[in-house]
């Protein structure tokens, strides 16, 4: 079982920026890719970005790309995003989740796929 805790979130003025952290429960951190998704207002959740276990692979959804950076330190069980340049439609409840399969060779963006998620942490963008 993988537990997630993510903080970080806020309210932050557009062209401002953010970085959300994802912590987990557990030994086994570094055998899961992790991804993070978002829910803005009145909308689905989406796929925002990925990382494999060990951090060599990573993806971004199209609508961020060039402005969120995701890692990790697997030494810290801790996952990051790194929000730049913030826009108003990036307003969102943001999770992260873990893969519900370990040591899986490619990175999925579909909601379920990841199996273990957190409560969420709140961004909200100021124009």
């Known amino acids: 079982q993988v537990q997630l805790v993510e903080s970080g979130g806020g309210l932050v003025q557009a062209g401002g920026s953010l970085r959300l952290s994802c912590t987990a429960s557990?030994?086994?951190?570094?055998?899961?890719?992790m991804g993070w998704f978002r829910r803005p207002p009145g909308k689905e959740r989406a796929f925002v970005s990925a990382?494999?276990?060990?951090?060599?692979?990573?993806y971004y959804a199209d609508s961020v790309k060039g402005r969120f950076i995701i890692s990790r330190d697997n030494a810290k069980n801790t996952m990051y995003l790194q929000i730049n340049s913030l826009k108003p439609e990036d307003a969102a409840v943001y999770y992260c989740?873990?893969?519900?399969?370990?040591?899986?060779?490619?990175?999925?963006?579909?909601?379920?796929?990841?199996?273990?998620w957190g409560q969420g942490t709140q961004v909200t963008v100021s124009s």
């Open positions: 989740a873990a893969d519900r399969v370990m040591f899986r060779a490619g990175i999925r963006t579909v909601e379920n796929e990841y199996a273990y």
């Open positions: 990382i494999s276990g060990n951090g060599d692979k990573v």
């Open positions: 557990g030994r086994f951190f570094s055998s899961f890719n």
